[in-house]
């Protein structure tokens, strides 16, 4: 995107500073037009003011009004596009504000052929409001530093600030403080954090055509606005973004120390002391409308840690496909097959595994066989897919003639929803010679697979894994009849007695960021573990628990995989391969197969089942509380609160309380210290004072301010209104 000037307003202030407002439009290549400013107020600037004077608010906009005076109406800037049109202004050569035209906001005179035009400009943090994020991942969504963040807020926002200012407060050790260690740049978060699950209650059903299943997709995913990516951050780090007077400013309220000014880019740096006070008798005054107000004091904070936990780690399979069951009840029955268990399968496409497209076919054969009678070349067998199971067995009963009669035992289909793996198959096959029979022929075929049969069609979270464990769970039947079926009714004798001195081994692969499990500890190189079943008799046997009476898991089942101490930062990948288990098994079901993430079971009973946690300040010691209205981090440090997307990782290990700060010349928690600041703040009466100073080059976002009539007082700047014409800028100060 590049940026052509359209228009110039040059104008000339009260003192005879120089200065000229231009306007810029997207992709435009003409010449410019000169536009004369109107009266005495032609670029005036208003800082935002927080509500309720709050001096730790995360971020603090400007906006400016330009007024001209034309006969054109200028409504080409009517645009829906909030970076269509950039303004800059320059005193004397040097840029002082940055921003846009605010888009669908026009007001002119509508009688005269000369006329004032208002234009209302934003800056640069009230246009992120209107920008969403964008996935920073290729193929899947990643891990993002803080400092990746902050350069891409500022590349979005294409207005070339002079300089960034950060204040040199933050770092994972003293000696790396020391060293002016970039520590945004090892605070990590995923960007899934970024990306909001919201629920259409109006979407519309719709129909699987190859099923005949009605379903209803209400999950809608949206994007977080960049202008919530940054206060978020600066929740984070107790800090104050603002951006007038040209270039944009980190700021910490409590910090008197360096800042580091880097360039526009961000790519190098230089270090800024920080000023001392300026004197508002020696700026001098530019009018008498100065006001002092008394700020709210609170003394009651509670902090709350959005913990952005996840649905489900890994999602579980919907089986919804029916079978026809209008003439089973009644279906007629030899007498030879009363009291043989049979097996009803009905087969469905997945929608969350991805399963391996691996078949048995069994061609066409020569003369020798009577192919208008058997003709098989049209059977294909797959390895695995999805079933669902009913078994079954026949009745005798009476008709009303006394006729006995064999009919089916159940009167409704009640379903087990498994994955069938099959590992052979046998085809009978009728040999004839001249159209008399011979005999039976059967034919096996079995499979042979090293290539994973089933993972996950989706990618799965990019998360941090830590303080917790999965389990795997499900229970594991076999069969051992390998005879042919149709494929959507096969009729297979169902038998988990023969082979079961064998146990039945499912061959798992779980990996997180390059780290293999291998089925005790975690390891760097590619490896599988053995998730075994040990089968009891007819049907179904859950898998092994392997859970311990003082586990801290102990509320979970099956097979236990704990993670280890350190965080496992990325995406979870599961694949499983081919079982193992005796030889004369033809097929393993798996019912109810799932993979969960478990939180570690805690003493600290009242916050284990909390989805938030909440931070509050000891109020004990007060008479009288007043209460802050809550303030909630949506990237936060992590106590032991499970999987959350919004926990940020701090190099190889979870942020908690391990964040050094130079303020405090100790390691703090973000959320404490914050609360803490704020309680330091406003237990105590404090001072807001409003004076209308000359505008000056000295007046930065952060100045600080002392008055000879405030004895021993020191105020720092917090927002206010700038005329650019006439030279005045009323300062709104807090005291320190």
Known sequence: ???????????????????????????????????????????????????????????????????????????????????????????????????????????????????????????????????????????????????DLIKLIISELKLNYNAIYIPHVYSDTEANYAAYDNVLAKMKVSEQNFFTNTNDTDSTPTTDESTGTTSTDTSTEEAWYLNDILENICKLLNWTCVDWNGSLYFIDPDWSGEYLKYTSDLSSYSIVSYLTALNVQNISFAGSDHKLDILP????????????????????????????????????????????????????????????????????????????????????????????????????????????????????????????????????????????????VYQTESFSVTDPILTYKSKLPCVSYGTGAFYISGSVGQSTNALEGNSENAMYFFDSETGSKKDINLICELSISGMYYNGSTWQSTQCTFKVSVSPTGYGFTEIDNNTTPFSPYVSGSGYLIQLPSTPLNGAVNFKMYMPECDSEVAAVYIKGFTVKYIKKTTTDSDDSNTYDRIYKNNTLTYRFTKELDEIEFKICSDNSDGVCYSKVILGNNFLTNNLYSAIDKATIRPEEKLINRIVNFYNATKIKLTQVLQESDSITPISTFTDLYMTGKTFSMFCGNIDFQNDSFSVIMLEQ
């Open 1 to 147: 995107m590049s940026y052509g000037l359209i228009y110039t307003i040059p104008f000339t202030s009260r003192l005879n500073n120089s200065y000229q407002v231009n306007i810029e439009k997207e992709n435009y290549t003409g010449s410019s037009t000169e536009l004369q400013g109107a009266g005495s107020e032609t670029f005036v600037v208003d800082i935002d003011e927080p509500d309720n004077d709050f001096r730790y608010t995360p971020t603090i906009g400007s906006t400016a009004k330009i007024k001209i005076i034309g006969s054109d109406y200028l409504q080409s800037l009517f645009s829906d596009d909030y970076q269509q049109f950039r303004v800059t202004l320059l005193k004397n050569n040097t840029v002082v504000w940055r921003g846009f035209i605010k888009p669908e906001n026009y007001t002119q005179d509508y009688v005269n052929n000369i006329f004032e035009l208002d234009i209302d400009c934003l800056s640069g943090i009230n246009i992120l409001q209107y920008i969403q994020y964008t996935q920073q991942g290729t193929d899947e969504r990643i891990f993002v530093s803080l400092w």
């Open 297 to 440: 004091t609170y003394n009651k904070i509670s902090v709350k840690d959005s913990n952005y936990e996840l649905d489900e780690i890994i999602p579980e399979e919907v089986y919804n496909t029916t079978f026809d069951t209008s003439t089973l009840n009644y279906q007629i029955g030899e007498a030879d097959t009363v009291g043989i268990n049979y097996m009803l399968k009905v087969y469905q496409t997945p929608t969350v595994f991805s399963l391996l497209e691996k078949y048995l076919t069994f061609e066409q054969y020569d003369n020798a066989y009577n192919s208008s009678e058997n003709n098989f070349d049209s059977i294909k067998q797959p390895l695995i897919q999805l079933a669902r199971i009913c078994y079954y067995s026949y009745s005798s009963y009476k008709d009303a003639d006394g006729n006995t009669k064999y009919k089916c035992s159940i009167d409704t289909i009640s379903y087990e929803n498994c994955i069938e793996i099959n590992l052979k198959r046998t085809i009978t096959i009728r040999e004839y010679a001249q159209d008399t029979y011979i005999q039976d």
